[in-house]
């Protein structure tokens, strides 16, 4: 099974470019979320979702968006990118009410912004 | 506010036993969590208390507390691959994860 996966895994961007991550799980997964982790620090939510349609802001959501048309997919855009979102941004799902919560991640996208 | 603290960084002997402190400040509880997370890698998931008291899973167990709003991580047998930040993550009445900043272990030979 493929789980989570995320692509780009590595990218450079310019200041005041935009780009979308995109992210896919094949685990039929209710909630999924974004989040962003800078170097030797915990992670922070940017954005979550609890199902196809709706989507909610997390800890740290300026600068970024998105969107949930279907269960598989939730990408993350990056609106005119700024060096404070050089980071390493790791998207994760999983079943929703009642489970566990045990997140299962993709493996991380990792965006440097020069 | 909520809040979740673990030490920063902790060092130990390959072979020996390490235990990794928790405590947790949150809006509800619906359980706690312990990560895994290798450099450069995803985390991975260890081990999920609800109920007081401890669970073991092989060489690592977890342990909750929720009147002490307090847990810990206990490593036994260090392996030189138990290397890794050990990130500690509440699940609040929202049934969101509030996740601590990690611990940084480093086992020495």
């Known amino acids: 099974n493929a789980g989570v996966t995320q692509t780009p895994k590595f990218r450079i961007l310019k200041i005041g470019q935009s780009m979308t991550l995109q992210c896919t799980q094949d685990m039929n997964h209710n909630y999924m979320y974004w989040y962003r982790q800078d170097p030797g620090m915990g992670l922070k939510l940017i954005y979550y979702?609890?199902?196809?349609?709706?989507?909610d802001k997390g800890e740290v959501p300026n600068g970024y968006n998105v969107s949930r048309s279907t269960t598989e997919d939730f990408p993350l855009r990056l609106e005119l990118a700024a060096p404070s979102q050089t980071s390493v941004y790791f998207c994760a799902s999983r079943t929703g009410t009642g489970d566990t919560g045990e997140l299962f991640f993709g493996e991380g996208s990792r965006l440097t912004v020069l | 506010g909520q809040n979740i603290d673990q030490p920063t960084e902790m060092t130990a002997t390959e072979g020996a036993i390490v235990q990794i402190n928790c405590t947790y400040q949150?809006?509800?509880?619906?359980?706690l969590f312990w990560y895994q997370q290798h450099a450069g890698e995803a985390p991975t998931f260890l081990s999920y208390n609800v109920l007081d008291g401890l669970e073991e899973k092989g060489r690592f167990s977890s342990f909750l507390s929720r009147s002490k709003g307090y847990s810990y991580l206990l490593l036994k047998e260090l392996q030189m691959k138990d290397s890794a930040s050990y990130l500690c993550a509440v699940l609040d009445s929202n049934y969101q994860l509030i996740w601590g900043a990690g611990t940084k272990l480093i086992i020495k030979p």
């Open positions: 949150t809006s509800g509880f619906n359980g």
């Open positions: 979702s609890v199902g196809a349609g709706i989507t």
